[in-house]
């Protein structure tokens, strides 16, 4: 069914062939040109040519008019990566929504097209942590090491609450360790059992929507607690943080599950960018939820840090 949609789609534009969507090149210049236009009909055109050349083809027309929308400066101006990025991923379903783009045959391992199908289909993990740079901060001191945990810890996604207890386990680890990949597989055990610790006399090491850093580790380590609170902590910090305040509940509501797992996960910058978006996007777009608290004294411009 979706080749036929999209055969018969690509019928209708070659009759249309004067029209921009229909003639121009496939590339970010021809994007941009087409987009000028503000027209939907355009971006879709343009978009199903783009879906041929990717090897791919539609299976719901109407969400790729939605889409469209959200590229040709009617509720959005993203760019021509950011849309080949969201036809590729459409192919994915999710318990949210059908996959509305599908690829003409599998896309086989290391080869260049469907475009960038690694890089938009793979989320990012978390670093490596080196083990040459653990080795020299240990025969670097306490203070390297501490420095080094510090790190550690924010890349887990967590927030060390006591500099003391920080102390005495890098002096710990100082008397005990020599630096090896298994002194810093048993380092990075200890650093887990004190944050899943459910005493709080031990539990010196915090994650969670409360103390997670504003940042891709901090939002990793959320999405994977899997817990709808915990999101919603975080995200309240991510707008306080950067001064805005929500007005309608009940559009983070539906705005959650892109976000915690539930129908996506995203990125942190990708988070901040449809916060801030939400104030000026008009709400038959989806924005209109969020506006800036002009009574919060913090600085003029937006930031992603906590």
């Not at 653990?134 to 550690?152: M, P, Q, T």
Request: proline share 4%.
């Amino acid at each position: 069914q979706g080749h036929e949609e999209s055969s018969s789609l690509l019928e209708e534009g070659s009759r249309c062939v004067g029209r921009p969507g229909a003639k121009a090149v496939l590339n970010s210049e021809g994007f941009r040109s087409v987009a000028a236009l503000g027209h939907r009909s355009e971006m879709v055109a343009f978009g199903l040519r783009l879906l041929r050349s990717e090897a791919m083809h539609i299976l719901s027309t109407p969400i790729l008019k939605n889409v469209a929308v959200y590229y040709t400066g009617e509720c959005g101006s993203h760019s021509f990566e950011t849309f080949v990025a969201e036809l590729h991923n459409g192919t994915r379903a999710n318990r949210c929504q059908s996959a509305w783009t599908a690829y003409d045959a599998t896309p086989s391992e290391g080869s260049s097209a469907p475009f960038a199908w690694k890089q938009h289909h793979d989320w990012p993990e978390s670093p490596e942590p080196s083990v040459l740079a653990f080795e020299a901060a240990v025969h670097g001191g306490a203070a390297d090491l501490e420095s080094y945990i510090r790190e550690l810890v924010e890349d887990m996604g967590g927030k060390i609450l006591s500099s003391e207890r920080l102390s005495e386990l890098a002096q710990s680890f100082l008397n005990t360790n020599m630096g090896t990949d298994e002194d810093l597989k048993g380092l990075l055990r200890k650093l887990s059992e004190i944050s899943e610790s459910e005493e709080p006399e031990l539990a010196w090491i915090k994650t969670g929507g409360d103390y997670a850093p504003l940042n891709d580790a901090g939002y990793r380590e959320v999405v994977r607690r899997g817990s709808q609170q915990e999101m919603l902590k975080f995200i309240r910090r991510v707008l306080e943080a950067n001064r805005l305040r929500i007005t309608h509940e009940l559009a983070l509501d539906a705005f959650l599950p892109w976000y915690n797992g539930t129908c996506a996960r995203q990125s942190y910058s990708r988070l901040l960018s449809e916060l801030q978006a939400a104030v000026v996007t008009p709400r038959c777009c989806g924005g209109g939820w969020i506006v800036v608290d002009e009574g919060r004294p913090t600085n003029s411009t937006f930031h992603g840090g906590p």
